[in-house]
């Protein structure tokens, strides 16, 4: 910028002595007069541009200031122009184009911090790994998920698949995407879902790791489908068991009129098995028409009373456990639970109820010392109709599910070390 200024100086004195010489080969000065005049005209020549380029010079360090600013990405500067010439178009320009990048880079801005609210609120798994197998990118959930405190960025992605179930690293480090199970001690058996993406950035190619948490709605899925089959087989017996109790009702008259005793004994049977079948029918029909939960704070000690005078158990119960729950609902599955337990075979005293609550969750245990469960029986106990009961409707379990399920919560059923089974419900 300093060269060009002393270029235009050095030009115009060059010109002025170009041009002043040939004028004194006219005149009769003295030699030494004449030399005198050529550098005192080239002097004042140059003076004069040096002090009509000050302002110049001035505007030029505005517009290298400028852009230096924006190269760094600093748009918030302008420039003022005092004087009336070319430049002051150049600094409008400048001015305006500031503005444009400066609004451009807020919204930039606040795009980033939508996204990234987004990417760390949503309940996805999300995983950024580079062509060196090493995360440059993870939410939240990430770190929950391979319980990491600190942030997984730079850390190899081998290194913490060593700590999860072979079937995880199998779906991550291979070309596979879908479905798939994890085994977790705390919350049984989790079905999550893989999808992945490949993308260049900054001429790099990356991976994108998606895990989803499918197990709930799964349930949900299966669940649905249950009540749409409950509610045609409830229909269908509903209108088969008006009619068939209306021709029961006449028959016993007429086993009575008769005075056949054998008559009167088999629709005297005919009426206790309609009985059940239609407590069957009302008991699932409340199963597929369960109402949502209405939540409230939970009192312990009025679900504890009601709960001791059907059953008998051992509590154990860390006050204070602070519950917002439907208290209807929630008696029923502890009713459910505890039934189960005494009918498990267990001794009656060695049923035991746990109630305790940690910083997010309040966890409620049912435990036995009955034969315990085997895995086929484990893996259809929840699922309606399914019973190992002579007498089971197969609806306990697939009711209580129903109800975690509506409170945001998950069952977890497992085989105690020595005898027994426990029944741990996590409310979060």
């Keep these: 910028m300093k060269s060009t200024r002393y270029k235009l100086i050095v030009a115009a004195m060059a010109a002025t002595a170009i041009g002043i010489t040939p004028l004194l080969y006219t005149v009769s000065f003295a030699i030494h007069i004449k030399v005198l005049i050529v550098i005192g005209s080239i002097g004042i020549s140059g003076f004069c541009f040096y002090f009509l380029t000050a302002n110049i010079n001035k505007e030029i360090q505005a517009l290298r200031v400028g852009l230096l600013n924006f190269k760094d990405g600093e748009y918030s500067s302008t420039l003022v122009c005092t004087s009336d010439s070319e430049f002051s178009e150049l600094f409008a320009l400048f001015n305006a184009t500031a503005d444009t990048l400066r609004i451009e880079k807020q919204?930039?801005?606040?795009?980033?911090?939508?996204?990234?609210?987004?990417?760390?609120?949503?309940?996805?798994?999300?995983?950024?790994?580079?062509?060196?197998?090493?995360?440059?990118?993870?939410?939240?959930?990430?770190?929950?998920?391979?319980?990491?405190?600190?942030?997984?960025e730079m850390s190899l992605l081998d290194g913490l698949l060593k700590e999860k179930p072979r079937a995880l690293s199998d779906m991550m480090m291979e070309n596979k995407e879908g479905l798939f199970t994890l085994p977790l001690e705390e919350?049984?058996?989790?079905?999550?879902?893989?999808?992945?993406?490949?993308?260049?950035?900054?001429?790099?190619?990356?991976?994108?790791?998606?895990?989803?948490?499918?197990?709930?709605?799964?349930?949900?899925?299966?669940?649905?489908?249950?009540?749409?089959?409950?509610?045609?087989?409830?229909?269908?017996?509903?209108?088969?068991?008006?009619?068939?109790?209306?021709?029961?009702h006449s028959g016993k008259i007429v086993g009575k009129q008769n005075g056949d005793p054998r008559l009167v004994r088999v629709f005297h049977t005919m009426e206790e098995r309609i009985d059940h079948l239609n407590q069957f029918v009302q008991g699932y029909g409340k199963f597929a028409k369960l109402p949502s939960p209405v939540f409230d704070s939970i009192h312990w000690n009025d679900i504890l009373a009601q709960l001791s005078q059907q059953y008998s158990f051992k509590l154990t119960l860390q006050e204070p456990v602070a519950l917002q729950a439907d208290a209807v609902q929630l008696e029923q599955l502890l009713i459910n639970l505890l039934k189960n337990a005494h009918e498990a075979g267990g001794p009656p005293e060695e049923v035991e109820l746990v109630i305790q609550q940690n910083t997010a969750q309040v966890i409620i245990e049912v435990l036995d010392r009955g034969k315990g469960m085997s895995e086929s029986v484990m893996a259809n106990a929840l699922v309606p109709f399914y019973s190992t009961k002579a007498n089971g409707s197969g609806l306990g379990l697939a009711l209580c599910r129903e109800i975690i399920d509506a409170h945001r919560g998950h069952l977890v059923i497992?085989?105690?070390?020595?005898?027994g089974l426990c029944v741990r419900v996590v409310f979060e």
């Excluded at 996204?115 to 995983?127: A, F, H, I, M, N």
């Excluded at 895990?211 to 087989?233: A, C, D, F, G, P």
């Design 107 to 152: 919204w930039i801005h606040q795009r980033e911090l939508m996204l990234d609210k987004v990417l760390q609120s949503t309940p996805d798994v999300l995983l950024l790994v580079n062509a060196d197998n090493r995360i440059v990118f993870s939410n939240v959930q990430a770190r929950r998920f391979f319980n990491v405190q600190q942030r997984l």
């Design 414 to 419: 497992q085989n105690r070390k020595e005898k």
């Design 187 to 248: 919350k049984g058996i989790e079905t999550w879902h893989l999808a992945k993406g490949m993308f260049l950035l900054n001429n790099h190619p990356h991976k994108l790791f998606i895990l989803k948490q499918m197990t709930r709605e799964l349930n949900r899925q299966e669940v649905s489908v249950w009540k749409k089959v409950i509610r045609v087989i409830s229909h269908e017996l509903n209108n088969s068991l008006g009619p068939i109790s209306s021709l029961l």
